[in-house]
């Protein structure tokens, strides 16, 4: 499969204006404004294939929708190339546009006060789709999100679900290669949550769409995006598959030990004890590939051992720990 | 002649690109026409807002009039069709609207997800103006214009070929009004406060339109400077050609000269909106 998304060394500086304080600060940046740098994406590399799924994660702040705004064509990077489909998206902006479907979560692209189809149908015209072309997508969309209780009625009736639906539904009309979306279940309920990630999952692999998204929730990436790149202060911090993501943070396991009576210190080699409460005991494992029989075969012979478990740490755990650490 | 036909983008379009093109902009219009269309309190209050609005003016002139038979060689009947249509037809469309519209885009960040449609920013607004624009001249003006003409009376055009000129003119000077504010509008891409723009816009044309007072009351010099503006093109000299102050040969002359200004300002608005772009993608708006 071709690379269809390519960063090279991106950064993107903002010039943000000063803020003096007091009235003397406020004549002085009137008069000579002063700006200080802000650098929002610093020297991000990566490379996106035809039909993968990708999270781009990270916390507020950390340069996401700065690069999906370089990537749309909306923001030219300060220094570094993007290349998308072959093109400069700044450069290009209106050919690249043709060719992507953007959803930002917060706004909608629908006409407030008309019916969601007279939506689409201009979309008909501004990406000048063909006809039947336009029926058969809009059929296919109409069917997948099950937008035809709501196709008629105006989009400010609809519920946030159900314009999410329609939003998504309207940036696929013109089969776009690409699909950016910037946060797309931001605010939804569960249900409504689980449509979406399941439509985009589909998506992805029946039409070979490829999808970016960034994220606040864990759970879209791991549902839909192999792929994770993750982000923080403008900087790369991991690109590589959900699976890898554990080891490169150097997460361990968790053995959990319960004993019928107090087994007084317990040591297993390759592990740390990291609390003790009665007759428990709880160790960080190395990643060595061991398995949960190898450790308690590890125990010393006749530990009066009851029950025996092994946690993988959650992602969402894995990210917290790493953020914690980072800000402490 | 439209402001597309004279944009220098247009001229590298392929005649299929340009139908298209116009395609996708009629989308726009009718699509913005529906949305007036839903909201019907409002263009009923518009439509009453204009009638107490062009009511007030015939008013003052009847008053400044009061029993004159000329006042700068217009007569009190002129000068009433001269409110009437020019408050109607001309100088209704309040068009710094659309600096507070660009204004509130680029505060909001809106305008990132209009830049990722493959149209261009002022084609589209322009065409999303002319619906509720086109709508009002069917569901306002023409009923205001029948309603107090048969109160007030009303001056046929000074004669057919004054009356076909006028149409033109009014085409002119909705795409003036129109490409006036772009100008403003874009304007608040570096200013950031597209408030007083907004206000600055509408003094501007209010004055200089003759959309208030006619030009030939204004003192010379004003006068000869206000004719030459693209804003006179705006109400004035549409008014002027309808009520025969000059012949027809004169009109079709100014009528090319406001084409002129058309084609200035759609050039000036297109290198605006080329920097105002590379504005935005370098600080983000």
């Given at each position: ?92 902006r209106v050919a690249n546009a043709r060719e992507i479907g953007v959803v930002f979560g917060q706004r909608s692209q629908l006409w407030w006060d008309l019916p969601v189809s007279d939506s689409f149908d201009l979309a008909r015209h501004i990406y000048r789709i063909d006809p039947a072309r336009f029926a058969e997508n809009r059929a296919e969309m109409v069917e997948m999100l099950a937008l035809g209780s709501f196709l008629d009625r105006p989009v400010r009736q609809l519920s946030l679900g159900q314009r999410m639906r329609a939003d998504i539904a309207m940036a696929l009309l013109h089969g776009p ?152 | ?285």
């Open positions: 499969m071709s690379l269809i998304i390519q960063a090279d060394s991106v950064s993107k500086i903002f010039q943000q204006r000063k803020r003096l304080p007091g009235l003397s600060g406020t004549l002085r940046g009137l008069l000579k404004p002063e700006t200080v740098p802000v650098r929002a994406v610093e020297e991000i590399s990566f490379a996106i294939r035809a039909g993968e799924a990708v999270g781009y994660l990270g916390p507020n702040g950390a340069g996401k929708s700065t690069m999906i705004k370089m990537l749309t064509g909306i923001l030219a990077p300060s220094t570094g190339k993007v290349h998308v489909l072959g093109r400069q998206p700044v450069e290009e290669k690409i699909l950016f979306l910037d946060e797309p279940t931001i605010g939804l309920d569960v249900v409504a949550k689980d449509v979406v990630r399941k439509f985009l999952a589909r998506i992805n692999r029946q039409r070979g769409t490829t999808i970016i998204l960034t994220t606040h929730d864990l759970q879209d990436i791991e549902e839909i995006c192999p792929r994770l790149i993750m982000v923080d202060d403008g900087r790369l911090l991991f690109d590589g598959p959900l699976r890898s993501l554990r080891r490169s943070f150097g997460a361990r396991r968790r053995l959990r030990l319960d004993f019928y009576t107090d087994p007084g210190p317990i040591w297993i080699g390759g592990a740390r004890p990291v609390g003790s409460s009665g007759t428990q005991r709880e160790f960080e494992v190395d990643e060595d590939g061991r398995s949960l029989i190898d450790l308690i075969s590890a125990l010393p012979p006749g530990t009066p051992l009851r029950d025996a478990s092994l946690h993988e740490p959650g992602i969402e755990e894995v990210i917290r720990t790493h953020y914690q650490r980072r800000r402490a | 002649m439209s402001l597309f036909a004279l944009s220098p983008l247009a001229a590298r379009l392929t005649g299929s690109d340009l139908l298209a093109t116009l395609r996708t902009f009629s989308a726009f219009t009718r699509a913005a026409a529906r949305q007036q269309a839903e909201q019907r309190s409002e263009l009923l209050a518009i439509a009453f807002g204009t009638m107490v609005d062009v009511f007030a003016r015939i008013s003052i002139w009847r008053s400044v009039y009061h029993g004159r038979q000329h006042v700068a060689g217009v007569t009190e009947a002129e000068m009433i069709t001269y409110a009437l249509i020019g408050a109607t037809l001309l100088s209704h469309w309040d068009g710094a609207l659309i600096v507070r519209e660009i204004g509130k885009a680029i505060l909001s960040g809106q305008i990132g997800a209009t830049l990722m449609r493959p149209v261009s920013f002022p084609g589209a607004l322009f065409a999303e103006q002319l619906g509720p624009r086109l709508l009002q001249f069917g569901f306002v003006c023409l009923p205001v214009i029948t309603i107090l003409s048969a109160v007030y009376g009303i001056a046929p055009p000074a004669s057919l070929g004054h009356g076909l000129l006028f149409l033109v003119y009014i085409v002119v000077s909705t795409t003036l009004l129109f490409l006036i504010a772009i100008f403003f509008g874009l304007l608040s891409f570096w200013v950031l406060e597209a408030h007083s723009l907004e206000w600055f816009m509408r003094g501007l044309t209010a004055l200089l339109s003759g959309g208030l007072v006619p030009l030939w009351f204004f003192p010379p010099v004003l006068g000869t400077v206000a004719h030459a503006l693209p804003f006179a093109w705006i109400t004035y000299h549409p008014m002027a050609c309808y009520l025969g102050q000059n012949d027809l040969l004169e009109s079709a002359t100014l009528l090319v000269g406001g084409c002129g200004w058309v084609a200035a300002l759609a050039i000036v608005n297109h290198l605006l909106w080329r920097s105002a772009s590379r504005h935005v993608t370098a600080h983000g708006g």
